[in-house]
């Protein structure tokens, strides 16, 4: 069961995309994990033959649990169809043997504090323990509990009430629970320092205008994706912003995976990343962009886009804020924050203009960077913003 | 077995009751005899037999000697020969003392004949802490016997049962000890003036409700009684089960209660560790683990050895705001 957020315990099998005898290769959707987050498409990190698929449909099973078992092409027997992306793979000699990975039990598990009745009413009421939230002695989630989360849910008609095992759709019970531990968390663990510029769109809105004048309707480039791009960019010269704080000390990341903030329609907040943005020219970037939204809003992300995010940006401008200052979203160590374009005057070279502005922020871990560094990540940004057709050279 | 009882009260105490129960069971049955420490010319130390003597003799109401092992030893003897001898052990402090004819002789002697010897024998002392005897004078051991098989280990609390078991467990053809927690004695109440025997075998409801069990016996039953009205005024609503006879537990009775109000706190004056508290604890978990809404809670006495002043004694044993700060946080997990 692959971690597909930082906060993830555990993870749902729906169904599975394989069967034993198939032929993956990497990259491929091999099963369907329901999670907090919604349903996820989990894809595989090695190619070969699925040799037995360990976990059926319905079982909730913690992260690190075997989920297949995988022949790798001619390399013996691999017990691991997808690791948690940022942790770093084990060596082939160091994997056990496969039937040994098959009949290991599940790692160990964070126990739930409820009471033994409230278990009981859960599974006759159909209701995942993991949603209900605890009123009982030091946050002990009791039969009433319980009922009171059925009372809410029969009341939503927008949430199915299914019988156990799976409950189809998200939940935004569970999701604002999810928020609320990793928001908390990094309020609780990261000392963030704040930075603020404003950086003139003129140049970049013009190009765009030209650009897109040239192009089908669909094909049209949002000036989002010249922020995304070249945020992406300004990361290659301050790695420091790009990784991962972990065990105490910070991991860069290999490649720059720009988590963005999707708030969903229902509520809550998702935070899939565009792989590899440095590299995808305004196109691709845009396509996988289109891509991305729309699948988060329809609950269709994969595995290991919820979990690779290395730096987070969100942008406000729809919501019509001019600024914000972001809670890192850990174990990342930065989040960039864009409001909305507003026309305001601007004073250049002894000439007053209206110019149409966007507030750049910046949320970045002081374990890890200085203002300095972070203000010439700004700076960066701001300056290939005023060349907006370099944005498309990689 | 409970008799219908009539409408017609006497005002009566507690040792009246007692007394009354000896007296019935004396005329009933002419093998039964009292036998103990000042029970005679005394009129016993709590004054239950007072009376007794002019009106039965020395023959059936018999002083012994301050030896424990030696009256309790010929108890033995005498319902092994067709007696049915009531035993009197002042307090529950000095039973120590027969514990070897007790657990060694009364508890086995059936076994060990190979079910030719029964011993229809009853054990009456007295129990608890309260009235500032001190270390020596204030166990609640009742816990305790209730560890031995072989033996029954009766707890009257009310005036029915103090005035009703005697006589059924003189009928039982086994041992059966029962425990008269010092502090009822003078308790006065009202009592059907045709009361009369009652079953042993039963704990009773002696208070219904639907959010919490409290389960007690003897000594403690009032105050559990009295906690349950002051957390009423809260809006909880506690069931109160007097156990009645500690062996054998009723374990049915524990376990439909609390399978009714999911919540149970055990209010025992006995020491914590290794009590009947634990025991009735362990049966809750064995058989109703899976109606459990909330960790089973005990009100405990205070493991230290008995402390003589008041304030320190008070503070040993289980009282009303315990109890009701306990039942409090288990019903809403919080005081």
């Known amino acids: 069961m692959p971690s597909l957020g930082a906060d993830m315990q555990f993870g749902t099998l729906v ?275 289109l891509d991305l939204v729309n699948r988060a809003r329809t609950g269709h992300l994969r595995s290991s886009e919820l979990a690779d995010g290395t730096i987070t940006v969100t942008n406000l401008g729809e919501q019509g804020v001019e600024s914000v200052f972001g809670v890192i979203y850990p174990p990342q160590v930065a989040l960039v924050g864009f409001g909305k374009i507003t026309e305001r005057p601007v004073a250049a070279n002894g000439m007053l203009g209206i110019r149409p502005i966007i507030d750049a922020t910046l949320a970045a871990d002081h374990r890890v960077s200085d203002g300095h560094r972070g203000g010439r990540f700004l700076i960066a940004i701001d300056r290939l913003l005023q060349e907006p057709e370099k944005l498309w050279e990689n | 077995m409970r008799h219908g009882m009539s409408a017609e009260k006497i005002k009566t105490t507690y040792r009246e009751a007692v007394r009354a129960a000896i007296r019935d069971a004396m005329l009933r049955d002419e093998r039964v005899f009292l036998m103990g420490e000042d029970v005679g010319r005394y009129g016993g130390c709590f004054a239950v037999s007072k009376g007794l003597l002019d009106e039965f003799g020395p023959e059936r109401i018999r002083d012994t000697p301050l030896s424990e092992s030696a009256f309790v ?40 004949s190979g079910g030719q010897f029964n011993i229809p024998l009853v054990i009456r002392m007295t129990t608890g802490a309260g009235r500032q005897l001190a270390a020596q004078h204030s166990h609640s051991l009742e816990g305790w016997y209730a560890h031995i098989p072989g033996i029954k280990v009766l707890t009257p609390a009310t005036l029915e049962d103090a005035r009703g078991m005697l006589w059924t467990a003189l009928e039982d053809p086994d041992p059966v000890l029962i425990f008269e927690n010092g502090l009822l004695y003078n308790m006065e109440g009202e009592l059907a003036v045709d009361a009369g025997a009652v079953d042993i075998t039963h704990a009773a409801i002696r208070r219904s409700g639907k959010q919490i069990s409290l389960i007690t016996y003897g000594g403690t039953l009032f105050k559990t009684l009295q906690a349950a009205e002051e957390i009423a005024r809260d809006g909880i609503d506690a069931e109160v089960v007097d156990l009645r006879t500690l062996r054998p537990l009723d374990t049915a009775t524990i376990v439909e209660s609390v399978s009714r109000t999911h919540r149970a706190v055990i209010i025992d004056e006995g020491w914590r560790s290794g009590s009947i508290s634990a025991e009735i604890m362990a049966r809750i978990m064995e058989n109703a683990f899976y109606e459990l809404d909330a960790p089973v809670a005990r009100v405990c006495s205070v493991e230290v050895p008995m402390p003589y002043p008041k304030h320190l004694e008070d503070a040993a044993i289980p009282q009303v705001p315990a109890i009701v700060t306990a039942a409090r946080r288990v019903v809403t997990g919080h005081e």
């Open chain 2, 73 to 112: 030893g010929a108890g033995i003897g005498a319902a092994m020969g067709g007696a049915r001898p009531i035993v009197e052990i002042m307090t529950v402090n000095f039973s120590l003392l027969a514990l070897d004819q007790i657990v060694n002789n009364a508890a086995t002697i059936l076994h060990m």
């Open chain 1, 15 to 289: 169904d599975w995309r394989v069967k034993p005898g198939d032929t993956v290769k990497r990259g491929d959707v091999v099963a369907l994990v329901e999670t907090e987050k919604g349903v996820i498409e989990v894809e595989i990190f090695d190619s070969g033959v699925i040799e037995s698929l360990v976990v059926q449909p319905g079982q909730k099973v913690p992260v690190g649990a075997t989920l297949a078992i995988v022949k790798s092409d001619g390399k013996g027997v691999d017990a691991q169809p997808a690791p948690a992306p940022i942790v770093e793979k084990p060596s082939a000699e160091e994997k056990p043997p496969a039937k040994v990975a098959a009949t290991l039990p599940t790692t160990e598990s964070p126990r739930l504090r409820i009471s033994p009745l409230a278990r009981k009413r859960a599974q006759e009421l159909g209701i995942d323990v993991e949603t209900v939230t605890g009123t009982g002695e030091g946050g002990l989630i009791t039969a009433a509990d319980v009922e009171r989360t059925a009372a809410t849910i029969s009341a939503a008609p927008a949430i199915v009430q299914t019988a156990p095992p799976v409950a189809k759709g998200l939940d935004l019970t569970a999701m604002r629970r999810v928020i609320a531990a990793a928001m908390a968390r990094s309020k609780r663990e990261i000392p963030h320092y704040y930075l603020a510029t404003t950086i003139d769109m003129g140049k970049s809105l013009d190009w765009l205008a030209a650009e897109n004048a040239k192009r089908p309707v669909t094909k049209r480039l949002l000036y989002s994706a010249l922020l995304i791009r070249a945020v992406a960019l300004a990361l290659r010269d301050t790695p420091e912003l790009n990784g991962f704080w972990i065990d105490d000390g910070f991991k860069a990341a290999a490649g720059i995976h720009i988590g963005v903030a999707i708030s969903l329609r229902q509520g809550g907040l998702i935070n899939p990343a565009l792989h590899d943005v440095d590299k995808k020219n305004l196109d691709e970037l845009m396509e996988s962009m």
